[in-house]
């Protein structure tokens, strides 16, 4: 038979081709089966290809497939219920046009995505990705309802009519389908057959119950101080458990104060981390108020001071950030320190806190004898926490301070010129560090030092 003569659907491909380019189609002989059955196919196999491609999936859903078919199903219905011809075949000319055209265009959709994700942004190709899918849906179901009614004598408005009510009904479904269960789906049991992480060791029950001595066991390593002679007493804290940077921080300024500052058996280091669980007392309220009591005993109030850096996360409530995984732990806030330190008698001290909105720590803490250093003021975030870092933003450039001055005012300042430099270079909002330096305290900071 020419193939004029042959139905439509004897070659659903071509065919479909010619309806998305709204040209005629054959209406001669039967309906032939078999094509169908492989378009059927063809168009199952399109989906699952492009479903490993583009959705990340390897197992088949076999609940899914009611729902892959359910769209050509709903307009073999249609087009059986509305064609009341002797011999009609409006239903399954929709049904392979539907199924032939939808190959075509997912292909042609895939490549244009492809090729637009080399110029588009990824927003723009959210939105293009949405607005594409559309657009197409509605292009599909308009060249499927004119395909069907052409050349079965409809008047012409009442087939333009038809045609907008398939792709008013094809966009709806699609619409509907979009969340629908896909015929593939991700395997997750590799995910779940990993081997999960071991438990924080502080949920030992060994570990758990061994912090007590080791906080006591610090604690009592802190000497008394000489009477007449000015010295230094230093607590070094890192509050989160979740990021190395802190206990890696609190650790070099532990070290620094012990090479620069303190005498020997003055000093005591307070972290949050899993590799520092059973060696370093973990920072806590209570560890840090223990702390704070028993260098009040220990120093002589009128001669030494105390040096107390904190680094962590801070909120903008001005929270301290204190977490140590599995422990529920009670946060550091400026009023708490300011009570804790006014509890433990201790008159001179020199608190540096290292967290974003740090500077709400300023006003609770300012006094004559007191020296207040933030990485931040109250309203900006201070920068550098990432966890492979050694050190913050203010925490590296004080550290290097504090390595280079004589004097600890130059060194602050130091410290703020260079980490303003650094956002500044960086092109981030700067976090502006701040120093508050009480009356009495500026002229016993020179004594200190001297000696």
Not at 309 to 319: A, P, Q, V
């Amino acid at each position: 038979m020419p193939p004029d003569q042959r139905h439509a659907l004897a070659t659903p491909l071509t065919s479909a081709l010619r309806a998305l380019l709204f040209l005629p189609l054959s209406r001669h002989g039967t309906v032939p089966r078999w094509p169908l059955l492989v378009v059927l196919a063809l168009g199952l196999m399109t989906s699952l290809v492009q479903g490993y491609v583009y959705g990340d999936g390897t197992l088949f859903n076999d609940y899914a497939l009611p729902i892959w078919l359910f769209l050509p199903f709903v307009l073999l219905l249609i087009g059986l219920w509305c064609d009341r011809r002797a011999q009609p075949d409006m239903g399954w000319m929709m049904f392979g046009l539907l199924l032939a055209a939808g190959i075509w265009i997912g292909w042609l959709y895939a490549g244009v995505y492809e090729l637009a994700r080399l110029f588009l942004s990824r927003q723009l190709m959210e939105w293009f990705g949405f607005v594409g899918y559309f657009v197409a849906s509605g292009w599909l179901g308009l060249a499927v309802g004119i395909g069907a009614v052409r050349g079965i004598g409809w008047v012409r408005w009442r087939g333009l009519l038809f045609a907008l009510g398939i792709a008013l009904i094809v966009l709806a479904l699609q619409a509907w389908l979009v969340d629908a269960p896909r015929l593939l789906y991700p395997d997750y049991s590799a995910e779940r057959d990993e081997i999960r992480p071991p438990p924080p060791k502080l949920a030992g029950e060994d570990a758990f119950y061994g912090e007590t001595y080791l906080l006591d066991d610090a604690l009592d390593a802190i000497t008394a101080g000489k009477p007449g002679v000015p010295e230094v007493f230093t607590i070094a804290l890192g509050g989160d458990a979740e990021q190395a940077v802190f206990l890696r921080e609190a650790r070099s300024f532990d070290t620094l104060f012990q090479q620069r500052f303190a005498t020997p058996g003055h000093t005591i280091l307070l972290a949050n981390h899993d590799s520092a669980t059973g060696k370093i007392p973990i920072a806590t309220q209570t560890s840090l108020s223990a702390a704070l009591q028993r260098i009040g005993q220990q120093m002589n109030k009128d001669e030494d001071v105390l040096v107390l850096y904190m680094t962590s996360h801070g909120g903008r409530t001005h929270d301290f950030l204190i977490d140590n995984a599995p422990l529920e732990l009670n946060q550091i806030t400026p009023q708490w320190l300011a009570a804790a330190i006014r509890e433990a008698g201790i008159r001179w001290r020199v608190v540096v806190v290292s967290a974003c909105y740090s500077g709400g720590y300023i006003a609770p803490l300012m006094a004559e004898d007191a020296l207040v250093a933030t990485a931040a003021d109250a309203t900006h975030t201070s920068f550098g926490c990432a966890d492979e870092n050694d050190f913050t933003y203010y925490g590296h450039a004080l550290h290097d301070a504090l390595r280079s001055h004589a004097d600890w005012l130059p060194a602050f300042e130091a410290a703020r010129v260079a980490v303003s430099e650094r956002e500044r270079r960086e092109q981030i909002e700067p976090s502006h560090p701040q120093l508050f330096v009480g009356a009495a305290i500026a002229g016993k900071l020179v004594s200190w030092r001297a000696h």
